[in-house]
């Protein structure tokens, strides 16, 4: 059970599937016009991940090597058609047209088949349904939080609602694709930043002496063959 939580909180930071593996760059991108879009993206993934990773675990040791990559993408898309229908009857139509094609894109999302792949299929179902939501949360939190500052940004709104009522004119470059390469470039960095600022203090990451840089270090150059 120790290990289940630590896969889901591995997923929301440590492993955080847009910030530090950087997958899912597509709807990261294309949906995060707004908060609300980023939430309801974010927790179809959940979905589709816990549901995949649990089925495919269980089935991993019936399934032949050859064919596995063809059983997992159908095992997603049977989670993938079942979110589709569940969010086309109880989902505002607004959402999931906002939505659109993405949602069945979830089948080929690299985040998706690459933890039933790389995690689902070597572990248990337990641990595979955790590290399933903690990948999903981490995700969806990622986009919530883009979506947030792309909306507030844009139209001083958060969730829909006028935040700064005064604000008459929308801003247009951080609801245009290029806004969120920008917005997401600057929480990467600052990501990075904390990161490398934590290992340092931790005394894990190697700083060069005084004076020393590539050009004197040979640590890296590779030993001539004879």
Same mark, same amino acid.
């Given at each position: 059970?120790? =290990?289940a939580?630590?896969?889901?909180?591995?997923?929301?930071w440590k492993?955080?599937?847009?910030?530090?593996?950087?997958?899912g %760059?597509c +709807?990261?991108?294309?949906?995060?016009?707004?908060?609300?879009? !980023?939430?309801?993206m974010?927790?179809?993934?959940?979905?589709?991940?816990?549901g995949?990773?649990?089925?495919?675990?269980?089935?991993?040791?019936?399934?032949?090597?050859?064919?596995?990559?063809?059983? /997992?993408?159908?095992?997603? =898309?049977?989670?993938?058609?079942?979110?589709?229908?569940?969010l086309?009857? /109880?989902? +505002? =139509?607004?959402? /999931?047209?906002?939505?659109?094609?993405?949602i +069945?894109?979830?089948?080929?999302?690299?985040?998706?088949?690459g933890?039933?792949?790389?995690?689902?299929?070597?572990?248990?179902?337990? #641990?595979?349904?955790?590290?399933?939501? !903690?990948?999903?949360?981490?995700?969806?939190?990622?986009? %919530?939080?883009?979506g947030?500052?792309r909306?507030?940004?844009? %139209?001083?709104?958060?969730f !829909?609602? *006028?935040?700064?009522t005064?604000?008459t004119?929308?801003?247009?470059? +951080?609801?245009a694709?290029p806004? =969120?390469?920008i917005?997401? !470039?600057?929480?990467?960095?600052i990501?990075? /930043?904390l990161? #490398?600022r $934590? $290992?340092? *203090?931790?005394? *894990?990451?190697y700083?060069p002496p005084?004076?020393?840089?590539? #050009?004197?270090?040979?640590?890296?150059?590779?030993?001539?063959?004879?």
């Open positions: 059970m120790i =290990a939580l630590k896969d889901l909180v591995h997923g929301i492993e955080n599937p847009v910030l530090v593996l950087l997958l %760059t +709807p990261t991108l294309a949906l995060t016009t707004s908060a609300v879009n !980023g939430v309801g974010g927790l179809a993934v959940v979905f589709v991940l816990a995949s990773n649990f089925v495919v675990s269980c089935i991993k040791n019936i399934v032949p090597q050859k064919i596995r990559i063809p059983v /997992y993408i159908v095992v997603i =898309a049977t989670f993938v058609t079942i979110v589709d229908f569940l086309q009857a /109880y989902a +505002p =139509a607004s959402l /999931y047209e906002a939505l659109g094609i993405f +069945p894109l979830i089948v080929v999302n690299c985040i998706v088949l933890r039933a792949e790389a995690f689902a299929s070597k572990n248990t179902p337990l #641990r595979s349904v955790f590290d399933g939501i !903690g990948m999903g949360l981490g995700f969806t939190l990622t986009l %919530t939080m883009l947030m500052l909306e507030f940004a844009s %139209t001083g709104s958060l !829909g609602v *006028k935040v700064i005064s604000w004119m929308d801003f247009l470059l +951080p609801a694709p806004g =969120a390469f917005i997401v !470039g600057c929480i990467l960095g990501r990075n /930043y990161t #490398r $934590a $290992a340092i *203090k931790a005394g *894990k990451l700083i005084a004076g020393l840089d590539c #050009r004197h270090c040979m640590i890296c150059k590779p030993e001539k063959v004879d």
